[in-house]
């Protein structure tokens, strides 16, 4: 079975611009979570997509949205970027049983604010 | 809210020396508890569980843990590290209702070095 895949795996955006950030879930996983790790911390909670719609979300602001897709892959978007949105973008899917079977996590994307 | 201290930034450890990482939570509702490792460049790979049932869980790699309610802690310990378990190590807690369905709360991490 293969497991989940994020693209790009780097970026480098400047300040003020927009950037998208995907995600394809391993095979038979309907929910996905997205978690921002900056560096020297563990990942925060930014929301979590199960059957299309967004149904848990941390603390952060409006400008992180998401989408999640029929094939459950799904998207993060971020607006208006600052220099703190630098960090290890991860995205995290779970199986229909639900994430107490815990996450299977994607090697993640590095994305550098300038 | 729910929170997570792993108590130790760093355990430096010989190989083939036991070795205990230690993770305290706080929350007012029951609680799922995770320890994920995370190797260097790679997203985060989940190492044990526990949920309910025997308070002593059995992981991948030899890695255990065990549940103390009381003491709201969730340690990690291997009898026996080698050179490949020198990672990152993150403690999580989940709520039990599923409220706010899929957050988790990690800690900061822990880094094991094992020298040979």
């Known amino acids: 079975e293969t497991g989940v895949t994020q693209s790009p795996t780097h970026l480098i955006k400047t300040r003020g611009q927009q950037v998208t950030l995907r995600c394809s879930s391993q095979s038979g996983h309907n929910t996905v979570s997205w978690y921002q790790q900056a560096l020297g911390q563990g990942p925060q909670f930014i929301f979590q997509y199960y059957r299309e719609e967004e149904n848990g979300r941390g603390n952060f602001p409006p400008r992180f949205s998401g989408l999640q897709f029929p094939n459950y892959s799904s998207e993060l978007n971020v607006n208006a970027l600052e220099l703190d949105d630098s960090a290890l973008y991860l995205c995290?899917?779970?199986?229909?049983?639900?994430?107490?079977?815990?996450?299977?996590f994607g090697s993640g994307t590095r994305l550098t604010v300038v | 809210a729910q929170s997570v201290t792993q108590l130790d930034s760093q355990v430096p450890v010989f190989e083939e020396a036991p070795v205990e990482l230690r993770c305290n939570y706080s929350s007012s509702v029951s609680v799922y508890l995770f320890w994920y490792v995370q190797y260097p460049n790679q997203g985060l790979q989940l190492l044990l569980k526990?949920?309910?049932?025997?308070?002593l869980v059995k992981g991948i790699n030899g890695f255990e843990a065990e549940f103390n309610k009381s003491q709201t802690s969730f340690h990690l310990r291997k009898p026996s590290v080698h050179i490949s378990d020198t990672a990152e190590y993150f403690c999580?807690?989940?709520?039990?209702?599923?409220?706010?369905?899929?957050?988790?709360?990690f800690g900061d991490g822990t880094t094991l070095t094992v020298k040979p």
């Open positions: 999580a807690v989940r709520r039990a209702d599923n409220t706010n369905a899929g957050k988790s709360t």
């Open positions: 526990y949920l309910s049932g025997s308070t």
């Open positions: 995290a899917s779970s199986p229909p049983e639900g994430a107490n079977y815990g996450y299977t």
